[in-house]
């Protein structure tokens, strides 16, 4: 099991960009597909952003396509969400999230299949 704290978050005007980081515990980090998450107040948490094992294959919803970007720097154990273009319907808790195992590829990182969550951060964007 991986123990993940994220940071980044903060309030930013609308068309503004931010970066969370996601810094994770264990040897094993790069066996683990990795995700980020967000939940706003009254809502469900929703998927925003997947990456693969090695770092070569990402996916997001499609609310954020063009404007975020996941990474990661596995020599460094860290994952990161760049956020570009903010808009306020973007505002939420961002959560870091890694699959249960490493069977869970990085197109099935779903609420379902994640074994670790981070404590989330919280991201605001004014109009």
């Known amino acids: 099991q991986v123990q993940l704290v994220e940071s980044g978050g903060g309030l930013v005007q609308a068309g503004g960009s931010l970066r969370l980081s996601c810094a994770a515990s264990?040897?094993?980090?790069?066996?683990?597909?990795m995700g980020w998450f967000r939940q706003a107040p009254g809502k469900e948490r929703e998927f925003v952003a997947a990456?693969?094992?090695?770092?070569?294959?990402?996916y997001y919803a499609d609310s954020v396509k063009g404007r975020f970007t996941i990474s990661r720097d596995n020599a460094k154990n860290m994952v990161y969400l760049q956020m570009n273009s903010l808009k306020p319907e973007d505002t939420a808790v961002y959560y870091c999230?890694?699959?249960?195992?490493?069977?869970?590829?990085?197109?099935?990182?779903?609420?379902?299949?994640?074994?670790?969550w981070g404590q989330g951060t919280q991201v605001t964007v004014s109009s």
């Open positions: 990456i693969s094992r090695s770092g070569l294959s990402t």
């Open positions: 264990g040897r094993t980090f790069s066996s683990y597909a």
């Open positions: 999230a890694a699959g249960r195992d490493s069977t869970v590829g990085w197109r099935q990182i779903t609420i379902a299949t994640i074994g670790s």
